[in-house]
């Protein structure tokens, strides 16, 4: 039992006794609360009791939250306890859920019920970015947010059943990835020859190894190693921009290292960038930076400068403006299965522990597999057939 002592009209210590050490001392834990303003002199009793039994929760049991603590409460614990999460995940984390405080930061775990959740995807719906209707997908980005803090609720036994979990949703509409050809990859290829080293070797790398963008700028020299006469490089941080932050580094996306081999053409070309850096670094005075891709002064250079450079290469390629940097790993991904790659490899080169969920995300079949299926199936029903390459298509007429 927690013993309460006043200090004044609204400042109380309140001391929790949890055993006894080895020689025979007590162990035990105070802290002082002061009642705010807000609370009616009649209700400082109330208040202070109910202090007192959350931190004697606390001590006792290591967290004070119980099933009538607020979404709100709850949510911003959560966020304090994460360390698993990318830097950036972790503020996306962060952005969504203060906009879901404003529907359901008030309502006790123990009171949050499915059309609570339901009613406030509504409102998220009649949101607009840009003038625009948000679209499906962004509304249930907010739900998963608030799932994840619900499900850790479940898992600490303050609640029995995420209700998150039990909403119907309408399916969202899928926007298919475009996956560039032969002669598309070429034409890239050739314009990256004109590049300075830094970009060049950074989006060569992004085609290789399938790393996100975040992943690639926290790359370190220190990250290869020479295992068996091969050459491999650990993945295991990455550095993004974070709104109102700057750039942080931290874990990867999923909190695990991996790692990634390199053939001998692809370790020749790591040595001779490795030359290059040192012998730009020597001619400008300035140690070696410790990253990979650092600009003509030693500096790491900022994510989002290979993204907006990105798009220059690409319309001086000619290519689609709807790919991005992301499509090289949809490329890693997809060139790999289609090859032959088991698909554990795969995910576990890519960072993913789930082959379906990487199958879902990544796998898109290109134009010259679709043809090639066409083809299969009208040689087995019809036979082999010459057409006139002379004539029109109506189709396209």
């Not at 004044?8 to 802290?31: E, F, H, M, P, Q």
């Not at 984390?93 to 339901?118: C, D, F, N």
């Not at 790659?341 to 576990?348: F, P």
């Not at 890519?350 to 597999?369: I, V």
Request: charged share 25%.
């Amino acid at each position: 039992m927690a013993s309460i002592k006043k200090i004044n009209n609204r400042k109380y210590k309140i001391t929790v006794s949890n055993g006894y050490r080895l020689d025979g001392r007590k162990i035990s834990r105070a802290k002082t609360i002061c009642v705010p303003a807000t609370v009616h002199p009649r209700s400082i009793q109330q208040y202070v009791a109910h202090e007192a039994e959350e931190f004697e929760r606390y001590v006792k049991c290591g967290f004070g939250e119980d099933a009538e603590t607020p979404f709100e409460v709850y949510a911003r614990s959560w966020l304090k306890r994460q360390t698993k999460f990318a830097p950036s995940t972790l503020a996306m984390y962060r952005r969504m859920l203060e906009v879901t405080y404003q529907y359901i930061g008030q309502i006790p775990l123990s009171k949050l019920r499915p059309i609570a959740l339901e009613n406030m995807l509504i409102e998220l719906r009649r949101r607009t970015h840009h003038g625009k209707p948000v679209q499906e997908a962004t509304v249930q980005k907010y739900l998963t947010a608030v799932s994840a803090v619900l499900t850790d609720a479940k898992r600490n036994e303050i609640i029995q059943k995420n209700p998150a979990r039990m909403i119907d949703l309408p399916d969202t509409e899928s926007r298919e990835q475009h996956i560039p050809n032969a002669d598309e990859v070429d034409r890239f290829l050739r314009a990256l020859a004109d590049e300075p080293l830094h970009y060049r070797f950074f989006y060569l790398y992004a085609i290789y190894t399938g790393c996100r963008r975040g992943e690639l700028c926290a790359l370190k020299w220190t990250d290869f190693s020479i295992i068996n006469d091969t050459t491999t490089l650990t993945v295991s941080r990455s550095r993004s921009s974070v709104a109102g932050v700057g750039v942080v580094e931290g874990p990867t996306k999923n909190g695990r290292s991996r790692m990634i081999v390199f053939d001998d053409a692809m370790s020749w070309s790591a040595a001779c960038y490795k030359m290059a850096k040192m012998e730009e670094a020597s001619i400008g005075g300035f140690p070696l930076s410790e990253y990979l891709f650092a600009d003509e002064h030693g500096k790491p250079i900022h994510p989002d400068t290979f993204t907006k450079h990105l798009r220059k290469i690409y319309d001086r390629a000619g290519l689609s403006r709807d790919y991005h940097l992301h499509t090289w790993r949809h490329f890693f991904v997809t060139s790999l299965l289609h090859g032959g790659v088991d698909k554990q490899t795969v995910a576990d080169l890519a960072g993913h522990g789930d082959t379906s969920f990487l199958e879902r995300t990544y796998c898109h079949p290109q134009m010259e597999k679709r043809l090639e299926a066409s083809e299969c199936l009208s040689t087995q029903v019809f036979g082999p057939v010459t057409y006139s390459e002379e004539s029109d298509n109506p189709l396209t007429a």
